[in-house]
């Protein structure tokens, strides 16, 4: 089993709609989740970080994590063309040591 | 300043070739990364630098090689490639313990 699961999509959705990015994960050693966006060609940009169950906002993003059901979640309201990307969920565990583990990444498509 | 910034860009080499990717850094950063990418993947961890000192090394082949020359710097030596190691390779830094890894667009690395 993958320590973090997400689906690849790709989600296509007009301009102006809620978008909703989900992701499991299966390691309880991770004690942070993030939310990358990732153009083509590019390396991946931080969007958010949590440290704790329940949600985070940041301008159009919301994140969210339910530590009891392993569950996270990026929002994105009023979506633009230039929120196509790819976007990777990733857990972080610091127990003596520092990993990232990356979900698969959800593909966006935004059409104006 | 929170750029991680990578050279060169692209890279071709032979199987028989010895070359080596750079990775530089100015926001004090004392953790310090490489991950390697292949296409519609997410990154997947190679090796982790602490306090320059190597935390992590996840299996790689030793024909890739880290080096961390001081805080700022960070390189990876590569030597007899195989074409399937024909992929982006990102470098990223964090503070020490803390998760938000900022990411260099990579070298994209074709093995000919």
């Known amino acids: 089993q993958k320590e973090v699961e997400q689906d690849p999509g790709p989600l296509s959705v007009p301009e102006g709609a809620i978008v909703s990015l989900n992701c499991t994960y299966s390691?309880?050693?991770?004690?942070?989740f993030m939310w990358y966006r990732q153009y083509s060609r590019k390396g991946p940009e931080l969007l958010m970080y949590t440290y704790s169950s329940g949600n985070k906002e940041d301008g159009r993003f919301t994140a969210q994590v339910d530590k009891s059901s392993k569950y996270i979640s990026l929002f994105i309201r009023d979506s633009q063309p230039s929120d196509s990307a790819t976007y990777l969920c990733a857990g972080f565990m610091n127990t003596g040591f520092q990993k990232l583990v990356f979900g698969t990444g959800t593909r966006l498509l935004v059409s104006p | 300043d929170t750029e991680v910034t990578q050279t060169p860009k692209h890279l071709v080499m032979g199987m028989t070739n010895k070359k080596s990717l750079k990775c530089e850094q100015h926001?004090?950063?004392?953790?310090m990364y490489w991950y390697k990418q292949k296409a519609k993947k997410p990154p997947e961890l190679m090796f982790v630098?602490?306090?320059?000192?190597?935390?992590i090394n996840e299996s790689v082949p030793s024909r890739f090689s880290p080096e961390c020359p001081n805080s700022s710097l960070l390189n990876l030596h590569l030597h007899a490639l195989q074409p399937e190691d024909s992929a982006l390779y990102l470098c990223?830094?964090?503070?020490?313990?803390?998760?938000?890894?900022?990411f260099g667009s990579g070298t994209r690395l074709t093995v000919v």
């Open positions: 926001m004090g950063h004392r953790a």
């Open positions: 390691n309880s050693a991770f004690q942070y």
């Open positions: 630098y602490s306090y320059e000192k190597l935390s």
């Open positions: 990223a830094s964090s503070q020490d313990r803390v998760p938000n890894a900022y």
